[in-house]
């Protein structure tokens, strides 16, 4: 399909703009075109519009129409943004899909989808009144200086109020400013992305010819003494003649001048400085090297693909860690290249980016793009417009990449995808990036998606045996290399007081040592970041626990604090009791953070790093750490999930999961599938290109199915274990599953109002309803919380209408007055 923008209307005819605003209403307002404004309206353009008496927004047009609202008279748009659309048919289609499928609306899309920079905000501006004069004598202090300031100035930021008064908190002196009538308030529209712009040194026009160049060099009186000047001059014309043009700042690097000398030539009206904007993402040349071959399995395994392609629209490659998926998505992006398509490469998490995108700039250079939300607003909007006119092919991004206005898409490639990174949690549109970007592919005429995992989700596996997507395998690892050995070693031999506070047990403490000792690299994986998961009073019992949280909180040492990690709110470390008054506090189990302090321990000479989201934080960190390990400048790296997820280091020898027992015990009807994932592909970071790697896993439970299964690296026979499990109580991918969830201040309001909300549904869909009931964690941020799961059999017609349904009894729950304030989430496919 063409995704140009359809056809609209001559401009006379279009009278109205449906107009999709970044707010979370139910439906999308309708305003008038102004007749001069008729010819640029146009769908994917933004515009300017007014809502209620003093705020503006800067909105998208839908589509534009000729019929006029029916119960209000339609305000006029104020002004088009755009000369061009910023996003296209396709893109605005895959909104108003994503706000019907996962029960949000189209603004909450918008709001999601685009970067802030192209999300005017309403800034505050007070207006000086001229008809209050110059007399502020009745008024207080800090109302006079803000008075003498407008009646300089005639306008003020509300920032700018703030810097007067030395004072965050300058409403109440605002509110007595526009009671008095000194000033009123205008709301003024701020487009705040600005291009990067970068000082050039020209030759001024006078000096083009050489024979004036010549008399300026050899008799100009104003170089005579200035030998400085002249020096920078000729090295400036060196520069200019094998490199171009050049800026001020490479030319001063190089030249070693100061820029008192170059202002100096500027000055004397014979070198130009001249501002001009500038690309803040590097572009290298545009060119395809594929300079390796692929392996007999890995070529049988991409003409299996094309041929899956040819017949359905998702393919399914199930590959061994370490097989070899990557080389196979190369050659797939080189064949869309040199047809002249796009391709987006969908990671789960930051972290893998950076390691991804050397690999694949090697062979594709500047077709390559990133985006992700550690880069700047400024950088997301020029990889936007990059994008948008078609100059960048390939982007390598996280879940909000597939937000990005592509023109003329060829090829999705979904990495990992059975990672829940996909899953968007908070806010709204809470998303599934694997699956919305299967509906986004069908929007394109010959856009096909490419599903890849050594784990791949039940789902997507059960999607692939029923024939819904084509499915490849790829059993063995490149080269030949075994998949690594894993061993499974019994924590409960170790209940003696010598090993009370031990984290690394001796045979993985052993191993980590003979690693080493052979100059191998060594991962340890620990799904718990900080220091200690909570402290306990050793006299009565007693745990500090998050005052606005129902959890406990954890120790951060590197902070010395206690540490919510659900709202973030930090604490003094505790010494006293506040139940018993003990200062005998224990620490119970353990973090990221006691792992790295036991291995220093442990290995004093050993080099160690952390990978979690407290030690890498910055734009850079995650790429930083990671080179650092592939360079062998760490021994050892300790991580949370970062570490799990299709990194590929080439001495890594061994692979420690500290604490099995902890991923195996979440009340999760996932929790089997999700253990195995993650342990199977940690396993899969050890032995991936020189010999047979090892994995050691400490646990009390070692009889455990899902580990005899890890060890056998058995994923089919975890599947065909769990599904019938899935089948009988009513599980995906057997049905799909709505969750709700009652936010309210007050537990016996929100319980009450959870129950209501139920009562309402049980006619139509009791036999699908589990709850309502409190979660494990109830209470978050001061919200109460209660959950209501809705398990619908997998019928296109009966979930649509459940979902209006739901929409429904939500606004008729809020037309009573005790359950007003009580906020309903709906989540589509929420774990």
Same mark, same amino acid.
């Given at each position: 399909m063409n995704n140009e923008l359809p056809y609209h209307p001559p401009a006379a005819m279009a009278d109205f703009a449906e107009v999709i605003i970044p707010l979370a209403l139910p439906l999308n307002y309708t305003w008038a075109i102004p007749e001069e404004?008729?010819?640029?309206?146009?769908?994917?353009?933004?515009?300017?519009?007014?809502?209620?008496?003093?705020?503006?927004? %800067?909105?998208? &047009?839908?589509? =534009?129409?000729?019929?006029? @609202?029916?119960? *209000? !008279? %339609?305000?006029? &748009?104020?002004? =088009?943004?755009?000369?061009? @659309?910023?996003? *296209? !048919?396709?893109?605005?289609?895959?909104?108003?899909?994503m706000a019907r499928y996962y029960m949000c609306t189209e603004g909450e899309v918008m709001a999601a989808a685009l970067p802030a920079h192209f999300k005017l905000s309403s800034e505050t501006i007070l207006v000086f009144n001229e008809e209050a004069g110059d007399d502020f004598t009745e008024l207080d202090t800090e109302a006079f200086l803000v008075a003498e300031a407008l009646l300089l100035r005639k306008e003020l930021k509300?920032?700018?109020?703030?810097?007067?008064?030395?004072?965050?908190?300058?409403?109440?002196?605002?509110?007595?400013?526009?009671?008095?009538?000194?000033?009123?308030v205008w709301e003024s529209l701020k487009e705040s992305y600005s291009p990067k712009k970068e000082t050039f040194v020209l030759l001024h026009p006078d000096y083009d010819s050489e024979a004036a160049l010549e008399q300026l060099l050899n008799s100009d009186p104003r170089l005579q003494r200035a030998e400085k000047q002249m020096e920078l001059l000729l090295g400036y014309l060196h520069f200019q003649k094998t490199e171009g043009i050049i800026s001020k700042q490479a030319l001063l690097k190089k030249t070693g001048a100061s820029d008192t000398q170059l202002k100096g030539l500027a000055d004397k009206g014979i070198l130009v400085l001249e501002k001009r904007?500038?690309?803040?993402?590097?572009?290298?040349?545009?060119?395809?090297?594929?300079?390796?071959k692929l392996s007999v399995a890995q070529t049988a395994a991409l003409e299996r693909i094309r041929s899956a392609l040819e017949e359905k629209d998702v393919c399914l490659l199930h590959g061994v860690t370490s097989s070899g998926k990557t080389e196979i998505y190369i050659h797939l992006i080189e064949e869309q290249i040199r047809k002249g398509k796009q391709v987006l490469y969908m990671l789960p998490e930051i972290a893998l980016t950076s390691q991804t995108i050397r690999r694949l700039q090697r062979h594709f250079g500047?077709?390559?793009?990133?985006?992700?939300?550690?880069?700047?607003?400024?950088?997301?909007?020029?990889?936007?417009?990059?994008?948008?006119?078609?100059?960048?092919?390939?982007?390598?991004?996280?879940?909000?990449?597939?937000?990005?206005?592509?023109?003329d898409l060829g090829m999705i490639v979904c990495d990992e995808e059975h990672d829940t990174s996909y899953k968007q949690m908070e806010p709204a549109p809470r998303y599934h990036a694997r699956d919305a970007a299967i509906y986004f592919a069908s929007l394109f005429s010959d856009c096909r998606v490419v599903l890849g995992s050594a784990t791949p989700s039940f789902e997507s596996y059960s999607n692939a045996l029923n024939g819904k997507y084509g499915l490849v395998l790829l059993t063995e690892r490149f080269g030949n290399i075994e998949l690594p050995q894993i061993g499974i070693m019994d924590?409960?031999?170790?209940?003696?007081?010598?090993?009370?506070?031990t984290i690394l047990f001796p045979p993985l403490a052993e191993s980590i040592g003979g690693a080493l000792g052979r100059g191998k690299q060594v991962i340890l994986f620990q799904n718990r970041r900080g220091y200690t998961p909570y402290q306990r009073c050793n006299t009565c019992g007693w745990v500090p626990?998050?005052?606005?949280?129902?959890?406990?909180?954890?120790?951060?040492?590197?902070?010395?604090?206690?540490?919510?990690?659900?709202?973030?709110?930090?604490y003094p470390l505790m010494v006293t009791c506040p139940s018993c008054g003990s200062h005998d506090f224990i620490q119970k189990q353990f973090g990221t953070e006691r792992v790295e302090e036991a291995l220093q321990e442990l290995f004093p000479g050993a080099r160690v790093g952390r990978m979690d989201i407290d030690a890498v934080r910055g734009k850079h960190a995650h790429d930083q750490l990671i080179q650092n390990f592939e360079q062998q400048k760490l021994d050892i790296l300790v991580g949370t999930?970062?570490?799990?997820?299709?990194?590929?280091?080439?001495?890594?020898?061994?692979?420690?999961?500290?604490?099995?027992d902890g991923i195996l015990s979440f009340a999760d009807f996932r929790v089997n599938e999700r253990a195995f994932q993650l342990m199977e592909q940690v396993s899969g970071r050890a032995g991936r290109k020189h010999g047979t790697g090892s994995v050691l896993i400490q646990t009390t439970q070692p009889e455990h199915p899902v580990l005899l299964r890890v060890q056998q690296h058995e994923y089919r026979a975890l599947f065909d274990d769990e599904l019938p499990k899935r089948e009988q109580f009513g599980y995906p991918p057997y049905t799909r599953l709505i969750r709700l969830t009652f936010k309210n201040k007050i537990r016996d309001v929100v319980r009450d109002a959870a129950t209501w909300f139920t009562t309402g549904l049980q006619d139509r869909y009791g036999n699908y309803i589990t709850g309502p009931s409190e979660p494990l964690i109830n209470?978050?941020?001061?919200?109460?919380?209660?959950?209501?799961?809705?398990?619908?059999?997998?019928?296109?017609?009966?979930?649509?209408?459940c979902k209006k349904d739901v929409l429904y009894h939500v606004a008729l729950l809020h037309q009573e007055k005790r359950y007003r304030s009580v906020v309903v989430i709906p989540d589509v496919d929420p774990f």
């Open positions: 404004l008729k010819a640029s309206a146009v769908a994917g353009c933004r515009v300017e519009v007014n809502l209620g008496k003093s705020k503006k927004y %800067a909105g998208v &047009i839908k589509r =534009v129409h000729t019929t006029p @609202p029916e119960f *209000f !008279e %339609a305000k006029e &748009i104020v002004n =088009v943004l755009d000369a061009v @659309p910023v996003v *296209f !048919e396709s893109q605005l289609k895959l909104w108003e899909w509300l920032s700018e109020v703030q810097q007067i008064l030395e004072s965050n908190h300058v409403y109440p002196v605002v509110n007595r400013l526009i009671q008095g009538r000194i000033c009123y904007a500038v690309d803040r993402i590097s572009v290298l040349p545009k060119d395809i090297r594929i300079n390796f500047g077709h390559i793009g990133v985006y992700h939300s550690r880069f700047s607003q400024n950088e997301r909007v020029e990889i936007w417009n990059k994008v948008r006119d078609g100059s960048l092919k390939v982007i390598l991004g996280a879940r909000s990449s597939l937000f990005l206005p592509f023109q924590t409960r031999r170790y209940r003696s007081k010598e090993f009370a506070d626990q998050c005052k606005y949280c129902d959890v406990s909180l954890n120790y951060h040492k590197v902070y010395n604090k206690l540490v919510c990690h659900y709202c973030g709110t930090s999930q970062m570490v799990v997820k299709g990194l590929d280091f080439e001495h890594v020898e061994l692979v420690g999961i500290v604490d099995a209470k978050v941020r001061n919200q109460y919380l209660m959950e209501l799961l809705l398990k619908l059999p997998r019928s296109t017609r009966l979930i649509e209408q």
